[in-house]
C-alpha cells in the first residue's frame, strides 16, 4: 500500500463547476500536508499549504485536513480552463524525515468550455 | 518572491558526458532537495541538503554527485548516465533546515540521455 493514495483520474469537468480532489494517506506521522498544481513540462506550483487538521482557503481553492481518518481535499470553485493541469498532494512528517515530500499519484484534472 | 531557479532548462548528453545542474534561491532557506520525475508519476527524492549539509541520499546512483557549495546554491552533477536517467529534475527549497513548512520548487531541467 503506497502511503499517500490519489485516485489519477482523468477527471473531466465543465467550466464552472466545482472540483473535489483528495487524497487518503496511512503514516501518522504526517504533519504537514501540501497541494501542487503542475502544467506539463513544468515544475510543480505551491497551491495550498496545511499544517496539521484544519481548513484553508485562497480564492477559489479550499483545502482540507482531517487527520482523524487521514484525509486530505482540495475543493475548486468556479473552475476555470486554466486550472486543467495534474493535481499532486503531497505530506511529510518533518523533524528527521527532512522535509521529504511523499506524493500521491496526481491526478488529471481537464475543465473544458 | 517564493521563486527557485534552474538551469539550463534543457540538456541533451551522450553517455560519456559530464554535464551539471544548478539551481538557486534566494529567499534564505536552509533547505534544499534535488527530485527526478518521469513522464506521468510524481516526484522522487533524491538528495536533501540540511544547512548545506547533506542529510538524505535515497540510494541514489553515484554517477549523480550533488553539491551545496552555500546556501543559496545547490548543484547535482552528472556523468556516465543511463538512458533511463531521462527525466525532469527539479529542485525544490524550504524554510526550515529540517524541512518543515511549505516546499517550493523551480521549473525543472529536462535531460536527454543518447
Known amino acids: 500500500q503506497k502511503e499517500v493514495e490519489q485516485d489519477p483520474g482523468p477527471l473531466s469537468v465543465p467550466e464552472g463547476a466545482i472540483v473535489s480532489l483528495n487524497c487518503t494517506y496511512s503514516?501518522?506521522?504526517?504533519?504537514?500536508f501540501m497541494w501542487y498544481r503542475q502544467y506539463s513540462r513544468k515544475g510543480p506550483e505551491l497551491l495550498m499549504y496545511?499544517?496539521?487538521?484544519g481548513n484553508k482557503e485562497d480564492g477559489r481553492f479550499t483545502a482540507q485536513v482531517d487527520k482523524s481518518s487521514k484525509y486530505i481535499s482540495l475543493f475548486i470553485r468556479d473552475s476555470q480552463p486554466s486550472d486543467s493541469a495534474t493535481y499532486l498532494c503531497?505530506?511529510?512528517?518533518?523533524?528527521?524525515?527532512?522535509?521529504?515530500?511523499?506524493f500521491g499519484q496526481g491526478t488529471i484534472l481537464t475543465v473544458h468550455p | 518572491d517564493t521563486e527557485v531557479t534552474q538551469t539550463p532548462k534543457h540538456l541533451v548528453m551522450g553517455m560519456t558526458n559530464k554535464k551539471s545542474l544548478k539551481c538557486e534561491q534566494h529567499?534564505?532557506?536552509?533547505?534544499m532537495y534535488w527530485y527526478k520525475q518521469k513522464a506521468k508519476k510524481p516526484p522522487e527524492l533524491m538528495f536533501v541538503?540540511?544547512?548545506?549539509?547533506?542529510?538524505i541520499n535515497e540510494s541514489v546512483p553515484s554517477r549523480f554527485s550533488p553539491e551545496c557549495p552555500n546556501s543559496s546554491l545547490l548543484n547535482l552533477h552528472l556523468h556516465a548516465l543511463q538512458p533511463e536517467d531521462s527525466a525532469l529534475y527539479l529542485c525544490?527549497?524550504?524554510?526550515?533546515?529540517?524541512?518543515?513548512?511549505?516546499?517550493?520548487f523551480g521549473p525543472g531541467t529536462r535531460l536527454t540521455v543518447l
Open positions: 541538503y540540511s544547512y548545506e549539509k547533506l542529510s
Open positions: 503514516n501518522s506521522a504526517f504533519q504537514y
Open positions: 525544490a527549497s524550504s524554510q526550515v533546515g529540517t524541512g518543515e513548512g511549505e516546499q517550493f
Open positions: 503531497a505530506s511529510n512528517a518533518g523533524g528527521t524525515s527532512y522535509g521529504k515530500l511523499t
Open positions: 496545511t499544517y496539521s487538521s
Open positions: 529567499m534564505g532557506h536552509r533547505a
